[in-house]
């Protein structure tokens, strides 16, 4: 979960479901619901994480419907759950179903078009309040495996995720949801991309930061260059008379 500190209406005595925690339950879920899968499975769909309920209690399902109650629970939490699922009709009803509010946080699809996890399974957008969602398999990603393989090696063998960290607020969207939110699923790619004109680019550009590097550059190509390194020259005498030339 990369935006924790959006969850804030969770209430001192609420009664919280968490759905899919892997590893790393939230501090404040009562209780954890995990689909049933063969160990190998459950591990790579819960991001190679070692599982870990921290003394919580687990329910296990088969994939369809909660075994809970209606509004059972105050709050729901289902963070990084959604790209694995093909029918988001089908299970944010649920997540609806069994409790009066909650948060929800994925992926975007410029996350997977650079790692391409083969267990995500869907694209997913908010805009103006609707998710937007399309089937991976209804796109060309595949077709980039090769550069999508290094990116991975990047990533899970040399460890460097600093694009991510520096691109979350554009690679994952996460919010509280409260009552209801609708769904649309959609074939066209351009529906679960951003609209480029609504995004606040220099928010992820760091322009003193690049103002310095450029100026850096110049002046180490001026120091480089023929005409710096005869003008040294022709002016360092003076300079160890302490005369300054005219």
């Known amino acids: 979960m990369f935006f924790s500190n959006r969850i804030k209406s969770i209430k001192r005595n609420d009664k919280v479901l968490e759905v899919g925690p892997g590893g790393n339950p939230f501090h404040r879920s009562d209780v954890l619901l995990e689909k049933e899968f063969e160990e190998k499975e459950w591990f790579a769909q819960s991001g190679n994480v070692e599982p870990n309920s921290k003394g919580k209690k687990t329910v296990f399902y088969t994939g369809d419907k909660f075994p809970f109650k209606d509004k059972e629970f105050d709050y729901v939490i289902c963070s990084h759950v959604l790209e694995h699922v093909s ?3 089908q299970f944010t009803s649920e997540l609806k179903r069994v ?3 909650g948060y929800i946080e994925y992926p975007t699809l410029y996350y997977d078009y ?3 996890f083969e267990v995500h399974t869907t694209f997913l957008l908010e805009k103006n309040g609707i998710i937007y969602w399309m089937l991976k ?8 495996k090769l550069i999508q393989k290094f990116f991975r090696s990047v990533l899970d063998v040399a460890k460097y995720d600093k694009i991510v960290y520096e691109l979350q607020d554009t690679l994952f ?25 609504s995004l606040n680019l220099p928010l992820f550009i760091d ?4 103002r310095v590097e450029k100026l850096e550059r110049d002046i180490k190509s001026l120091e480089n260059s023929k005409t ?3 003008g ?4 360092q005498p003076f300079s160890m008379l302490g005369l300054n030339k005219k």
């Open 232 to 235: 040294k020259l022709i002016t």
């Open 173 to 197: 969207q996460g919010f509280e949801w409260f009552d209801d939110f609708k769904t649309i699923r959609t074939t066209e790619l351009k529906e679960v991309c951003y609209d480029l004109s």
């Open 207 to 210: 322009k003193e930061k690049l």
């Open 137 to 144: 398999n209804e796109t060309n990603i595949d077709q980039y």
């Open 99 to 101: 409790a009066k509010a």
């Open 228 to 230: 710096y390194k005869i």
């Open 87 to 89: 029918d988001i009709e």
């Open 114 to 116: 650079i790692y391409n």
